[in-house]
């Protein structure tokens, strides 16, 4: 089956790009709290740091096509897992002081919305591995949403 997307050569890095073009544009409009590492332990930063680096660097080896049904329903999750990502924020940016922004759900939302985008590119990839590599960093990044905000 031939894909109708122009794809050939890509890797699936400029799925990445988007997410991060975001943080790095709205990085100064969330609130302090959110970069304050102070209440993280120490081990769990540098683990996901590093799960970090792997999650969003191993997409240059992976390919990006879509033949299969599986790679388009990965796309439709990527696409759906951006807009949910993207959306988590809009409340915490906006409406900092809302009962949302202020609940666990709407503090952890953009910590763990980012699965929903990073299982699209591994659907994309047909990498069980990335998933799995994916959802450690998840893990970890909730952790430390958890630990800052001192939900638990």
Known sequence: MN???????????????PLLLWN?????????QYNDDSNVDQWLLYAETAFRLIAFMSPL???????????KTGLGIYIAGS???????????????????NSP????A???TPLIVLIGIGLIARSKWYILVASLFIALH????????QLW
């Open 3 to 17: 894909s109708k997307f122009p794809t050939k050569g890509l890797s699936c890095f400029w799925l990445v790009i």
């Open 83 to 101: 807009l949910f990502y993207y959306g988590s924020w809009l409340p915490i940016m906006f409406a900092p002081h809302s009962s949302w922004s």
């Open 105 to 108: 759900i709407g503090i952890l």
């Open 61 to 71: 080896l992976l390919s990006m096509k879509f033949e299969r049904k599986l790679q």
């Open 24 to 32: 790095i544009i709205f990085f100064k409009q969330i609130p302090a």
């Open 142 to 149: 909730l952790t430390h949403g958890i630990q800052a905000f």
């Open 110 to 112: 953009p910590y763990g």
